[in-house]
């Protein structure tokens, strides 16, 4: 079956530890992108790659960073610059364009103490 | 900035009663609208999606949305809804040109269905 997997379900960490998502899809989309989920705050735009090797900041990318070695593979590094990194993190893919729809991991919930 | 707002936060309703939720879009030449489904601690599903053409947009699950122009509205609507309708709805805009090129979203309308 085809589709976007996240790893982990849910991850713990201590204040001032980097720490790295995991997002890989098998849908053969070009471009892919992470989203942050807060309680009454929809989803807000971190990161998303158009194509391998080149990826945009969206608009919340402060204290995160990302790489795109690979067309199935995005993983996004929440550092320890980033204020308040407790929240819902959703990957999704598409094909390139805009008409497309998204398709979403089932995300990872972090949780920074 | 583009942005899309979802009038209600909440939306209690009988089952089997019609339902009817909320959104509208910043005002912008091109404009592509979507309505996603989230289930608890679950990704984003998608209802249906509008690009162009009749303005009535059906999709899963039962639910439809009418893209309005004037009132730059695309509400979503089920004339029955189940006790498994209970779930966040997010409406979504994709923009043309300028800033990021991901997709916009409302805050979410979380449906509750009362037996």
């Known amino acids: 079956d085809g589709g976007i997997t996240q790893s982990p379900k849910y991850l713990f960490r201590k204040e001032g530890q980097n720490v790295t998502l995991s997002c890989e899809q098998n849908?053969?989309?070009?471009?892919m992108y992470w989203y942050r989920q807060d309680p009454g705050q929809g989803l807000r735009l971190i990161y998303y790659?158009?194509?391998?090797?080149?990826?945009q900041k969206g608009d919340i990318a402060e204290g995160y960073s990302v790489s795109r070695e690979k067309k199935e593979s995005f993983p996004l590094t929440v550092t320890s610059a980033q204020k308040n990194p407790t929240a819902f993190y959703l990957c999704?893919?598409?094909?390139?364009?805009?008409?497309?729809?998204?398709?979403f991991g089932p995300g990872t919930r972090l949780t920074v103490t | 900035a583009q942005s899309v707002t979802q009038l209600d936060s909440q939306v209690p309703v009988f089952e089997e009663a019609p339902v009817e939720l909320r959104c509208n879009y910043s005002?912008?030449?091109?404009?592509?609208l979507f309505w996603y489904v989230q289930y608890p601690n679950q990704g984003l599903q998608l209802l249906l999606k509008?690009?162009?053409?009749?303005?009535l947009v059906k999709g899963i699950n039962g639910f439809e949305a009418e893209f309005n122009k004037s009132q730059t509205s695309f509400h979503l609507r089920k004339p029955s809804v189940h006790i498994s309708d209970t779930a966040e709805y997010f409406c979504?805009?994709?923009?043309?040109?300028?800033?990021?090129?991901?997709?916009?979203f409302g805050k979410g309308t979380h449906l509750i269905i009362q037996p």
């Open positions: 999704a893919s598409s094909k390139t364009g805009r008409s497309y729809e998204q398709y």
């Open positions: 849908l053969n989309h070009d471009a």
């Open positions: 790659s158009q194509i391998v090797n080149d990826f």
């Open positions: 005002s912008s030449v091109s404009v592509y």
């Open positions: 509008y690009l162009s053409g009749s303005t």
């Open positions: 979504a805009a994709m923009y043309s040109g300028g800033g990021a090129d991901g997709l916009t």
